[in-house]
């Protein structure tokens, strides 16, 4: 699968938006992760892409999401490893995250909201200038952006990053596309 084949599929099966730019940002961190850790940068970050590919043909249905999407991936010639971390990265399916790869994209998923929403609270709405302290700050507000889950993003601990670390990479991950996330 090359980026411009799964971007296609993205394109043929998700109409939001904001959704695509979600799978983006989780790109553009599992890329970071990948090059943190020298693993495969293109197998993770394709991962990252594809990962939410059968949001809308599931509907949200927590039951079906995630499933389709692996079953998705592997038409689209994923490794098994690909579709073992798109399977395990929603919870209700009660499948523990196993490799590193499955755990990069458990807790990176969420990091992409927390720090959207850091952004857009700002006066200027960007990312340029919104700093790592501000995003950590925010992070401890449970009230805010509730929908990213705290304690899916702590569990970068399994992958043997500090929290303090985990945000930086992610935010100086989403600066790099923030053109193409509107940040
Ligand atoms: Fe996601």
Same mark, same amino acid.
């Given at each position: 699968m090359t980026r411009e084949e799964a971007l296609d599929s993205i394109r043929a099966n998700i109409e939001n938006k904001n959704t695509i730019k979600h799978m983006l940002a989780t790109e553009a961190i599992m890329r970071a992760l990948a090059r943190r850790f020298g693993e495969d940068e293109e197998e993770w970050g394709l991962t990252g892409l594809i990962h939410d590919i059968d949001m809308e043909l599931t509907g949200g249905d927590m039951k079906e999401h995630s499933r389709l999407g692996a079953d998705l991936a592997r038409e689209m010639g994923a490794s098994e490893a690909m579709a073992h971390a798109i399977l395990c990265h929603n919870e209700t399916h009660g499948i523990p995250c196993e490799t590193k790869l499955d755990k990069a994209l458990f807790c990176a998923d969420p990091l992409t909201g927390l720090i959207t929403a850091a952004a857009l609270v700002r006066p200027d709405n960007k +990312?340029?200038? +919104?700093e790592a302290k501000s995003v950590r700050k925010r992070f401890k507000e449970k009230a805010f952006a509730a929908g990213a889950n705290r304690e899916q993003i702590s569990k970068c601990s399994e992958i043997g990053l500090e929290l303090d670390e985990f945000i930086e990479l992610g935010l100086e991950a989403m600066k790099e596309i923030a053109d193409d996330l509107g940040l």
């Open positions: +990312l340029a200038n +919104l």
